[in-house]
């Protein structure tokens, strides 16, 4: 122990004790009024919009250089295209079952009873610790608060962790910390998905309840932060969990390949609007 | 160089850093073999500087990590400033110029730095952090790997404006 200072260890065990009192990572506990974590996102908002646009002017020149004849250009349509099917294919599923619960996601203006702001993702979480958070370029004053739910026209992505003054954190639907009121679309089987790092699973359904590998998984909109209907993934496996069913949950949106996002407005308070 | 100029300095190659690591080399785009050059500059800041601000760059350093990281409450800011003092204290002691010992020591703070964030963790909280024992061994060797020329470069770099 000679090797290191005395009071320097002394220090160092008095900052662990001030840690464990601060650390907490109960959301609600969270101090997100903090103006100096605000000033922090806006500090680093224009070098990263700099940098992501930099990349992101860097990564389409070496695509369209390396995809001739225009072959870029044509996969992103037909993307675009393979998406809107896809989205086409569920409405109709939807109505064949003669539910209109699962509103149409492609347009969330149109759907939506509340205002959307679309953002881009311009950086992530720099720690393993919580990975599951990506930084978008738009905040406070665009109207973004904490809370609010986001998405991309194939289903949830998360919510709004912190809102800076132009940029925002958002908590994937995958970290651990993240949980969804939700239901199974066919059966309507309630249960709660929360994140695991690489996917997310539906804990909580009734063990009588029907849920089969492939089911879709929709938000319930009674957790008061997404709203009604949205598509949030598929059953990818079940399994016993004490006196319930869990169910693994592939996300419908592809989170690793973020780049667009919409910020839906709804307040966190207005629980029962869409209900 | 004046003092003013050279903490102006380092908080730009701060912010410049923190940029890169949640853009370019974030884990989420980078996957968990990316190198912390948070970690790697408070390291930097510990053996080299003789800035008395470098004690808040340190700290600075750890929280805009907090805030960036799903603005976690002091975890990062009191590690790093921990790691910090740690190897401020022991920078004395050690042989840092070769290459070798460089390199331990960069895997010793690595290590240092997880195991008070994951005992805190342990200790607080039962969300589950998809975190192992494994990964930041992991951390630790890509620290170490990239940690080494980059403290050359700008030991070079840190010496020539010191003239």
């Known amino acids: 122990m000679g090797f290191f200072k005395r009071r320097t260890i002394l220090i160092i065990l008095i900052l662990f004790f001030i840690a464990i009192q601060l650390f907490s990572l109960d959301l609600r506990e969270r101090n997100s009024q903090n103006p100096v974590s605000k000033l922090v996102l806006t500090l680093t908002y224009y070098p990263q919009k700099l940098v992501s646009s930099v990349t992101d002017k860097v990564v389409g020149a070496w695509r369209d250089y390396i995809d001739l004849m225009h072959v870029n250009e044509e996969n992103k349509r037909l993307r675009e295209e393979l998406n809107a099917l896809r989205q086409e294919k569920f409405e109709l599923a939807e109505i064949k079952a003669q539910s209109t619960?699962?509103?149409?996601?492609?347009?969330?203006?149109?759907?939506?009873?509340?205002?959307?702001?679309?953002?881009n993702v311009i950086g992530a979480s720099p720690s393993m610790l919580r990975s599951q958070v990506v930084i978008v370029d738009k905040g406070g004053a665009d109207g973004i608060t904490e809370g609010m739910p986001v998405a991309s026209y194939d289903g949830i992505v998360g919510r709004i962790l912190l809102a800076g003054d132009k940029s925002s954190e958002v908590l994937l639907i995958t970290d651990p910390v993240s949980a969804v009121d939700a239901y199974i679309h066919r059966t309507r089987a309630r249960?709660?998905?929360?994140?695991?790092?690489?996917?997310?699973?539906?804990?909580?359904?009734?063990?009588?309840?029907?849920?089969?590998?492939?089911?879709?998984?929709?938000?319930?909109?009674?957790?008061?932060?997404?709203?009604?209907?949205?598509?949030?993934?598929?059953?990818?496996?079940?399994?016993?969990?004490?006196?319930?069913?869990?169910?693994?949950?592939?996300?419908?949106?592809?989170?690793?390949?973020?780049?667009?996002?919409?910020?839906?407005?709804?307040?966190?308070?207005?629980?029962v609007l869409n209900e | 160089?004046?003092?003013?100029?050279?903490?102006?300095?380092?908080?730009?190659?701060?912010?410049?850093?923190?940029?890169?690591?949640?853009?370019?080399?974030?884990?989420?785009?980078?996957?968990?073999?990316?190198?912390?050059?948070?970690?790697?500059?408070?390291?930097?800041?510990?053996?080299?500087?003789?800035?008395?601000?470098?004690?808040?760059?340190?700290?600075?350093?750890?929280?805009?990590?907090?805030?960036?990281?799903?603005?976690?409450?002091?975890?990062?800011?009191?590690?790093?400033?921990?790691?910090?003092?740690?190897?401020?204290?022991?920078?004395?002691?050690?042989?840092?110029?070769?290459?070798?010992?460089?390199?331990?020591?960069?895997?010793?703070?690595?290590?240092?730095?997880?195991?008070?964030?994951?005992?805190?963790?342990?200790?607080?909280?039962?969300?589950g952090f998809q975190l192992s024992f494994s990964d930041i061994i992991l951390q630790g060797l890509v620290n170490s790997v990239v940690g080494v020329p980059l403290f050359w470069a700008a030991g070079r770099i840190h010496a020539r404006f010191q003239k």
């Open chain 1, 191 to 271: 249960g709660i998905v929360k994140g695991v790092g690489s996917g997310c699973v539906m804990e909580y359904i009734e063990n009588k309840s029907d849920v089969s590998v492939g089911d879709k998984v929709i938000s319930s909109g009674k957790d008061g932060f997404f709203p009604k209907g949205v598509i949030i993934g598929t059953v990818t496996d079940i399994s016993p969990s004490g006196s319930f069913i869990s169910a693994g949950v592939s996300p419908h949106v592809d989170l690793n390949s973020l780049e667009e996002v919409v910020i839906i407005q709804k307040s966190v308070n207005n629980v």
């Open chain 2, 1 to 127: 160089m004046n003092k003013t100029v050279t903490f102006v300095s380092l908080l730009l190659v701060s912010v410049l850093i923190i940029t890169v690591q949640s853009t370019l080399l974030s884990p989420r785009i980078a996957g968990y073999l990316f190198p912390d050059l948070n970690l790697i500059f408070i390291v930097f800041l510990a053996v080299y500087s003789e800035t008395k601000g470098s004690f808040l760059l340190a700290a600075g350093n750890g929280y805009m990590m907090d805030v960036l990281s799903g603005n976690l409450p002091g975890t990062f800011t009191i590690s790093r400033l921990s790691a910090y003092m740690l190897v401020r204290t022991s920078s004395n002691h050690v042989y840092l110029k070769k290459a070798l010992v460089l390199g331990l020591v960069i895997f010793l703070t690595t290590i240092f730095t997880w195991t008070f964030i994951l005992t805190i963790i342990r200790i607080k909280s039962d969300a």
């Open chain 1, 101 to 119: 619960r699962l509103k149409k996601l492609l347009d969330f203006k149109d759907v939506s009873p509340y205002p959307v702001v679309s953002a």
